[in-house]
Structure formats: C-alpha cells, structure tokens
C-alpha cells in the first residue's frame, strides 16, 4: 500500500508569491495533518483536518490555510510568502481522529523563499 | 500543551541496547505517551506508543514509570539504521496534533 504522499518534492519560490502544497493520505485515512519543520528544529503543527472539517489550528498567522477534499486529500496554501516561510512541510494522515492513532508522515516538501 | 524533555544526544555501538530517557511530569492521566524518529532527509516515523503499561513491538519497547512522569525507549540492538532524531511526544486525547521538542540525536558507531 502507498504511503503518505505529497506534491511537489521541492519548491523554489520568491517573497510575496503564493504556494499550494498537496498531500494524498494513505487510502482509508480520514485524518491529515501539516506541519512546518524550520531546520533545526522538530515540526511545529499547522493545521488538523478530520472528516472535511478543520479541526485544530496551530499558532500560524492568517496567510496559511488548508482545506480537505472529499476523497480526504488536502491542500496547504500559503500567501504573501516570506523569508521565514522556508521550511520542510510535512503531512500525516491517520485512520481515525484518537490519541492512540499512531500519524504516518510523508517526507514532505522543501520550500525555499528567495 | 504538556511538555517532554529529553536529552540532545547519544551515543552508541552497533549490536548494543540503547535506552533513550524522556520527562513528562506534567502529564495529565488521558495523555497517551508517543514516540517517532526521523532519519535524514525522510519525514517522522512512528516507532511506539503506550498509556499506562509497558509495550513491546517489533521496532522497540516502551518502558512508563508507575507515577507516569517519565519513561524510556528502548532499542534492543542497535544497528546502523537506528542513526535519528527521536522525539518523545505527550498526545493529548481526542486530537491529532502532535507537539514535538527538540528531540534526541542518536548517534550509533560501527
């Protein structure tokens, strides 16, 4: 079975532009999850999506947003990029919506902002 | 949101059991503990997770202190591919968002 899956694998883009990253979950999962991984440091959460709904959000400012689909697919859309915005972004999906769910990450795509 | 803290690194020779310490005094009685390693250029890997009792699979055990404020990995033969960051994780219930620290660096010598 494929695993987490995510589009593209690196990006290259300039400040002010707008980026949309892409995430398949394993098939089955209705849970994804972004994360933002500056170097250096361990992922900070972005965003949870459950069932279509957004169901928790991390201390990230207004220019990030996401979105699930029905298929559970999701998209993290990020405007007005910046320098700081240059980061590994991941996404985890799990089967249910549970603290003894264990997340599967993909290995994420690498933005940089020039 | 509950807090762990681990060690920066550690060290260790092939073939050798490795225990990894993580501190969660704050841990509150629903919290499930959760453990994940990341080798370079890949994205977390879960290895473990456990809520009150020990637990055993085939990439670790996980050993939890009675009183629940602390508890430890543990990689039976360590082998070159344990080379990673592992990250002690407190998961509240009834959410998928997982609060990472700096983790520990595993280091494992031939």
């Known amino acids: 079975d494929a695993g987490v899956t995510q589009s593209p694998t690196h990006l290259i883009k300039t400040r002010g532009q707008h980026v949309t990253l892409r995430c398949s979950p394993i098939?089955?999962?209705?849970?994804v999850s972004w994360y933002q991984q500056v170097l250096g440091q361990g992922p900070q959460f972005i965003f949870q999506?459950?069932?279509?709904?957004?169901?928790g959000r991390g201390n990230f400012p207004d220019r990030f947003s996401a979105r699930q689909f029905p298929n559970y697919s999701s998209e993290l859309n990020v405007n007005a990029l910046l320098l700081g915005d240059s980061a590994l972004y991941l996404c985890?999906?799990?089967?249910?919506?549970?603290?003894?769910?264990?997340?599967?990450f993909g290995d994420g795509t690498r933005l940089s902002i020039l | 949101d509950a807090k762990t803290t681990q060690p920066n690194s550690m060290e260790s020779n092939e073939e050798e059991p490795v225990h990894l310490p993580c501190n969660h005094s704050?841990?509150?009685?629903?919290?499930?503990i959760h453990w994940y390693r990341q080798l370079p250029s890949q994205g977390p890997e879960y290895v473990i997770h456990?809520?009150?009792s020990n637990v055993n699979n085939r990439m670790a055990s996980l050993a939890i202190a009675e009183d629940r404020k602390s508890s430890t990995l543990i990689l039976h033969r360590a082998t070159l591919r344990d080379a990673a960051v592992y990250y002690c994780?407190?998961?509240?219930?009834?959410?998928?968002?997982?609060?990472f620290g700096t983790g520990t660096r595993l280091q494992v010598f031939p």
């Open positions: 985890a999906s799990s089967a249910r919506h549970a603290a003894n769910q264990p997340q599967h």
């Open positions: 098939s089955g999962h209705k849970s």
């Open positions: 999506y459950y069932e279509k709904e957004e169901r």
């Open positions: 704050t841990i509150s009685g629903t919290d499930y």
């Open positions: 456990g809520l009150t």
């Open positions: 994780i407190l998961r509240v219930i009834n959410t998928d968002k997982l609060i």
